[in-house]
């Protein structure tokens, strides 16, 4: 692909942001415009999710784009995060735009649409979520996230054998690169194993408190331009290498219970080999990757699923430090969404710049490749 | 959108009533008179759920609703103890139910404790009252 990351901003995380989606976006936006170099008249060009209660003329009238040539929303909720950089490059690729704002805000926290309260009808924020979850979660008190996702946890667990410690020693990691990341909510926070198996049960046997990711305030923005324009802008360009979405058959967003095979998620199977099969990059040759963590069940399931280790093998895998800095694959080095924040899965886009800018707080030496996934959505970003 | 909530009946633990769409009131309907169907291809003869309006198979919108057994088994489950809604017991057993007839329900499992839940276990179909006159399917363990 020609595209490339010229450009990051962000709020800071919180739990009560006091102010609107809107006016976060706004914030982002403008401080990814400061970190490219850019004005707001040369953004053309706009991606968010499908459930961002950003309205695109809110935000093209309050930052002051001029003229919008291309705009997009990636569906499948956290899952599509990444889907905003496939859909970034393929406008840049085409022409469609020459700069692209992706952008998410959120106020998961203290706003009305909380990820962890029941949720019992659709909400005015995410119209385009559809009614799923509502027709067939919700008449059996299955109202969350956690809950949904469970689901298809226990019978992960089941297949393999994987236990409530395995996903802990992930957690454990995960706070451990948070405890160092001053913008993480586990900033020094440290918790131990022990900490996580007496937490309390969200949805036994698989998800405890410690296994959830952090309700979160706050916006993320990224300016995607060609690697020909980056060149003349003062940020070294982090390139998007490959990008691609896998959403198959009988999938919904985060309530997708009706594949055959719950205990392995192939939509990230399917992904995996989009990014890497057909791309010519190889797993063996990323340096570190961000996965979406909105519970610690399923990074484990996308270890595998992606090909860094067999089926089954995760909990081997994490278990062995794997996901630590001199481990074969360090992962969610900002501490993830369970240790920083939860934008979302966007502000593991901002990690993995900050990666291959040299500027993370838990640096993976010489970073020249980092992977970025939501489930069915990701890219390999790299400095090449 | 039928079968709206009417929060006054969460004080007697009575669940909301599933939204129902024009695209899935096969299901709805026939769970509010105590009956479990899933939509079969009037064409090609293959059962779906969630219910459409179109048999992804070959693209027949014929369709008709046929009775299920209400024999299933268990194909995961989750005990669910956060977030606590009123119109629901804790903890709740939240079930994936693969029915004899090959189709998957999110449903719940009742007459059971948690710690006899086993993946794999034989179960049934029963039905409770929610809101607005309606019912839903759930499942307990089969004899």
Known sequence: ?384 | MRGQNNSIYYLILVRQAPIVTDDSAVFGDAAAEGRLVAQRCGACGKLRHPPRPMCPQCHALEVEAVELSGRGTLYSYAVLHHPQHPAFEYPVLAALVDLDEGVRLVSNLVEVEPADVAIGMRVEATFVPTTGDRAVPVFRPAP
């Not at chain 1, 990014?275 to 990323?286: K, P, T, V």
């Open chain 1, 1 to 384: 692909m020609t595209a490339a990351i010229v450009g990051v901003g962000a709020t800071e995380f919180s739990r009560h942001a006091g102010r609107t989606e809107l006016q976060l976006a706004c914030e982002a936006t403008c401080g990814a415009l400061a970190d490219a170099g850019l004005k707001a008249a040369d953004v053309d060009g706009i991606v968010s999710y499908t459930v961002d209660p950003v309205e695109e003329t809110e935000l093209v009238r309050s930052v002051g784009f001029q003229e919008v040539a291309f705009s997009s929303r990636v569906p499948y909720g956290g899952g599509g995060s990444m889907g905003t950089l496939l859909h970034a490059a393929a406008a840049i690729d085409n022409g469609a735009s020459t700069v692209v704002v992706a952008y998410r805000a959120i106020r998961a926290r203290s706003g009305s649409s909380r990820f962890g309260a029941p949720k019992t009808a659709p909400s005015p924020t995410s119209g385009h979520s559809g009614t799923t979850a509502m027709q067939w979660c919700m008449p059996y008190g299955v109202l969350t996230p956690a809950s949904w996702m469970a689901l298809n946890a226990t019978r992960y667990m089941h297949a393999y054998g994987v236990t409530s410690a395995d996903f802990g020693r992930a957690v454990v990691q995960l706070r451990a690169y948070a405890e160092a990341n001053p913008g993480a909510w586990g900033y020094r926070r440290p918790m131990t194993l022990e900490d996580h198996q007496s937490s309390r049960w969200i949805a036994e046997p698989c998800i405890r408190l410690l296994d959830c990711c952090q309700e979160t305030d706050g916006s993320v923005a990224l300016l995607i331009t060609s690697r020909e324009r980056a060149a003349d802008l003062p940020n070294r360009p982090v390139v998007i290498g490959a990008a691609a979405m896998a959403g198959l058959f009988e999938q919904e967003i985060a309530s997708d219970h009706y594949r055959p095979d719950l205990s392995v998620m192939e939509g990230s199977v399917a992904l995996g080999r989009r990014l890497f099969d057909r791309s010519g990059y190889r797993r063996d040759e990323i340096d570190a990757a961000m996965i979406y963590d909105a519970f610690s069940p399923i990074l484990l399931m996308q270890l595998e699923a992606l090909g860094f280790c067999g089926l089954g093998e995760a909990k081997d895998f994490v278990a062995d430090d794997n996901l630590a800095l001199d481990g074969a694959l360090p992962t969610n080095t900002n501490g993830g969404l369970i240790g920083e924040g939860y934008i979302h899965g966007l502000n593991l886009v901002l990690e993995a710049v900050r990666q291959l800018r040299g500027t993370a707080v838990n640096q993976v030496p010489d970073a020249r490749q980092v992977l970025v996934t939501a489930s069915r959505t990701g890219a390999i970003l790299t400095l090449d």
